[in-house]
């Protein structure tokens, strides 16, 4: 069986139009813009008006990418939609998604990997392309990060932000395409970033509510240093694995949870700034939405090009590491969107 290549062939990003800046958690718990901005490079991010579910980020995201292609939803084959905040444990935000896309034809499922969602999900989707049995697949990431943030821990809560960003897969014939994945988990590592209740272990109860266990739990410094190790360690085995050296990297899309994260795997792989992609300064950390917020960026920035060879990684909690390489293959694109 000859294997096709998936292509990226579309992209949508949606972030909701409210903005909470620094200023304004300043007012809600013990913190300063200044150390906001300095430990972690955020100055404001977007969040929803509460009551606003995951899959309606994802469908607006999902619709942008539809809409530039001029794909219509009923030719969809697969829907994979990673995210950490489904509208509810089930079903599937997928499920809620393709009912309001009006995707007739698709099927889907969610994928839960944090921030290393979207990775995993675009290896899913990919897999399905290249074996021959889809010709569309629509990868979504999505995250409505304040609908499980605890508003008195000044030390998580001022770290994320809501979004999505989605993509079209298809196959092609040519150079262009997902190259190779490399994914890891670290299972021993699940605790140090987490939702403590609210899945069988320990169902929703008045206790768990009381605790405050259905929100965000970090060891920050922790998964700082580990997502420094990794985030780095991962760009470096999957373009050894390939045969690529990083000057030859065209851009480099790291998952923006902290910017000293990023700038540490920019330095230990020896890239220039100009070959990285920021908005964190804009978003926060939206989770499994961070790497196609990021593409969009760089669409916007006009520094993607057909061609150019795309590093993406991501490390999140689990512990999820995640390395994608594409050659990217070009996308129609609106910046006002
Ligand atoms: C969370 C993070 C920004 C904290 O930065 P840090 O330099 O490690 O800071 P520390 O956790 O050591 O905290 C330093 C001090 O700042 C305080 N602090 C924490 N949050 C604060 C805030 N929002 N405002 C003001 N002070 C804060 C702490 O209480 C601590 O005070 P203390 O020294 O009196 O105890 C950083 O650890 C981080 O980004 N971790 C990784 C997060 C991440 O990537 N998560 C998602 C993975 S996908």
Same mark, same amino acid.
């Given at each position: 069986m000859s294997l096709k290549r998936a292509r990226i062939t579309a992209l949508g990003r949606y972030v909701p139009e409210r903005v909470m800046t620094n200023a304004d958690l300043e007012r809600i718990v013990d913190t300063s813009d200044e150390w906001i901005r300095t430990r972690t490079g955020i100055r404001e991010r977007h969040v929803v008006? /509460?009551? *606003? =579910?995951?899959s309606e980020l994802a469908v607006r995201a999902a619709r942008m990418a539809l809409e530039l292609s001029g794909v +219509?939803? @009923? #030719?969809?084959d697969l829907i994979i939609v990673a995210t950490v *905040?489904? @509208?509810?444990? $089930?079903?599937s935000t997928a499920c809620l998604v393709q009912d309001k896309l009006k995707a007739t034809r698709a099927w889907g499922f969610d994928i839960s990997a944090a921030c290393s969602g979207f990775l995993y999900a675009l290896t899913q989707g990919a897999a399905f392309i290249q074996t021959g049995a889809h010709r569309k697949v629509l990868v979504i990431g999505a995250d409505v990060m304040t609908s499980i943030l605890d508003y008195k821990d000044r030390a998580t809560c001022v770290l994320f932000g809501d979004g999505a960003g989605a993509v079209l897969l298809e196959p092609g #014939? !040519? #150079? @262009? !395409?997902?190259l190779d994945f490399l994914h890891e988990v @670290?299972?021993?590592?699940? +605790? $140090?970033?987490?939702? /403590?209740? !609210?899945? +069988?272990?320990? =169902?929703? +109860?008045h206790e768990t509510v009381d605790a405050r266990m259905h929100f965000v739990r970090q060891d920050g410094g922790h998964v700082f240093k580990y997502a420094v190790r990794k985030m780095a360690d991962v760009s470096r085995h999957i373009l050894d694995r390939t045969g $690529? *050296?990083?000057?030859?990297?065209?851009l480099f899309v790291a998952h923006q949870a902290n910017l000293r994260i990023i700038d540490a795997a920019k330095e230990r792989l020896g890239l220039p700034e100009a070959k990285v992609v920021k908005n964190i300064d804009r978003y926060g950390n939206t989770t499994a939405a961070t790497i196609p917020l990021a593409l969009a960026t760089a669409m916007d920035e006009k520094r993607l090009k057909p061609g150019d060879l795309v590093l993406m990684a991501s490390v999140g909690a689990g512990f999820t590491v995640g390395s994608v390489l594409v050659r990217w293959s070009g996308v129609p694109w609106s910046a006002s969107s």
């Open positions: 008006e /509460p009551g *606003t =579910p995951c +219509s939803p @009923d #030719e969809i *905040t489904p @509208d509810m444990p $089930f079903p #014939e !040519g #150079e @262009d !395409g997902i @670290d299972g021993s590592g699940g +605790s $140090f970033l987490h939702m /403590p209740a !609210g899945g +069988s272990a320990r =169902p929703a +109860s $690529f *050296t990083a000057e030859q990297v065209d």
